[in-house]
Every structure is written in C-alpha cells, then in structure tokens.
C-alpha cells in the first residue's frame, strides 16, 4: 500500500503522506521538476537497480541545462535510492526521482538555484496500474500531427515536467484515433520518438532509430545499442523519412518499464510477425541482464 511506503524527500524518510509541497510552488506552476523513472529487479543477489549511475548522470544533466543546484552529491543521492529500495521491502519496482523547487513563487524564474529532491517507489502494478504480467504484448501506433520539440525552442534532452505536454498531446490525439500510441515527427519531418518512448525500427536484420538531437538521450536506447553489438548486430542511428514505417519488417518502442514493446499496426500497416526474431532476440536478452543472469553486463546492476 503506497500510504505505508517511504519517500525520500529533501535527505529524510518520510511517510508517503508527508511528502508534501504548497500548490504555489515554483515546479507545480512552472513546470520547471526534473525527473528520472528508474527499474529495479529482482536478481539472485537481491533487488538491483538497473544502471543506477547513468540515471543519476542524466539527472545531473538535466539538472545542469536548467541552471539548477542539486541539493546534494550524486553518491549521497545514489546511496539515498538504495537504502529506499532496501527499506521498502520491494523485489522490482519503479523508482521516480524529483528535483523540484518547494518555494511559493507566482515569477517566472525560480527564487533560487538549488533544487530539493524527492524519490518515490511503486511496485509495477501501483505504477502500471495492472501486473506487469497482464500489460500489453504489442501495440497500436499512429504518426501523430502534433510535431517533436525542437532542440532550438527548449533543452529536450532535459528530463523536465514541462517538456512532456509535448508527448502527452500527442498520446491523447492517438487514443482518440483509435491507436495506443504515437509517433512523433521533427519540424523537418524525419521520424524521432514515441510520446515517451524512444522508437526502433529493424529492417533486413539491421536496428535503426532515430539520431540523437532530437530526441532524449535514453538510457534504455542507449542499452539497446550496446547490446545489439554485442550480439553482432548492426545498428543504424540517423535520419530517417516516414516510409521507413512502411519498409521496416519489425517495429518496437522502448522504455524503463516494457524495455521493448512490439508494435504490430503503424496506421493502415499491420506487422505480419509480431515480435518479430530480432525483437525477440534483444528481449530476451534483456531479460537476463536485468534479473541479474548475464554476466557480462551485471555491472550494470546495483544491488539495494
């Protein structure tokens, strides 16, 4: 039950119903929160978050972009999530990370740099809203009118609450055409990502995805890519035109939660195979670097 969870906020751990701030403040009204959702699994050697590091990497990134001061070090903040993991009792979950400002402000900027930070965890069903067992298989897709932030209007490699009205639009006009999900454009027309997830494409047993620039560099992506090497499969990342939908013989988005979500419909296009072999292939093994069985990638486990 979420109301018997701990949160860490602001270098303590409270009680989920404590873990409050005013509806004035700077984050809730200007959007300016910084997050990260992070994966914890179950492994052999207890719940391990999954690349732990690069999380806390990107949200000092983020946190960088928008001139804003963390509160604390990256290793006091990587130590306060494992400690949270442990306390929790969880074996998997989800883990999301805040750097907000609390203080009451009707101005635009924020009445100071430094940022507090809050982490809160879920169990899969609490964040998913059903068993991780019962979520979708593969999915619906739409390209959606809606165009992907331009990296010359905001910092879109920023993970900031304010950037995501992009995604959630675009979601919203797909589920009213029908479709679970959608594809973004660029403002030059190539194809970028899903609302929230970062997009693939494999064609003639190549992986394709869109290059870095206009998307979010994504932890998950960037996995994916390294994996894929490793398996002596070769990736493409780079432009690539809306007929590339049409040509692809499999189709997947990723993300912290699915890691690969087939798609089987893009539009009027429904996918013959569906996960298609190579989808298949990367699944799997992801499976099994994330549960702790691959030793070759288990450094990027840190056990709670």
Not at 13 to 20: L, N, V
Not at 73 to 81: M, S
Not at 119 to 126: G, K, P
Not at 192 to 221: D, Y
Request: net charge neutral.
């Amino acid at each position: 039950m979420l109301t018997e969870r701990e949160v860490y906020f602001n270098g303590e751990y409270r009680r989920w119903d404590e873990a409050k701030v005013h509806i004035m403040s700077h984050s809730f009204g200007r959007g300016s929160a910084i997050f990260e959702v992070i994966g914890f699994h179950d492994t052999p050697a207890g719940p391990a978050v999954f690349r732990l590091d690069e999380y806390l990497s990107r949200f000092w990134k983020s946190a960088s972009l928008l001139e804003m001061e963390p509160p604390l070090t990256q290793g006091a903040l990587q130590k306060a999530v494992l400690t949270l993991v442990k306390r929790s009792g969880l074996k998997s979950g989800f883990l999301k990370m805040y750097g907000f400002y609390p203080e009451i402000s009707f101005k635009i900027l924020p009445p100071q740099r430094k940022f507090q930070v809050a982490v809160c965890l879920f169990s899969a069903e609490e964040a998913l809203g059903q068993p991780l067992e019962s979520a979708p298989r593969s999915v619906t897709a739409c390209v959606s009118r809606w165009r992907r932030l331009d990296p010359q209007t905001v910092p879109i490699e920023a993970k900031v609450a304010a950037n995501y009205v992009n995604g959630m639009v675009a979601r919203m006009e797909s589920r009213e055409k029908g479709f679970d999900y959608a594809i973004l454009l660029d403002t030059q027309g190539f194809i970028t990502e899903g609302g929230t997830e970062s997009l693939f494409l494999v064609r003639k047993g190549h992986l394709l995805t869109s290059a870095l620039g206009t998307v979010l560099q994504s932890i998950t992506r960037k996995t994916l890519l390294e994996v894929a090497v490793t398996m002596g499969i070769e990736t493409f990342t780079g432009l690539l035109k809306p007929e590339a939908l049409d040509e692809a013989d499999e189709i997947f988005f990723s993300g912290t939660a699915a890691k690969l979500l087939p798609v089987r419909q893009v539009g009027d296009r429904i996918l013959n195979e569906v996960p298609g072999p190579l989808t298949r292939r990367l699944s799997e093994r992801m499976a099994a670097i994330t549960s702790g069985r691959d030793e070759q990638f288990r450094h990027w486990l840190f056990p709670a």
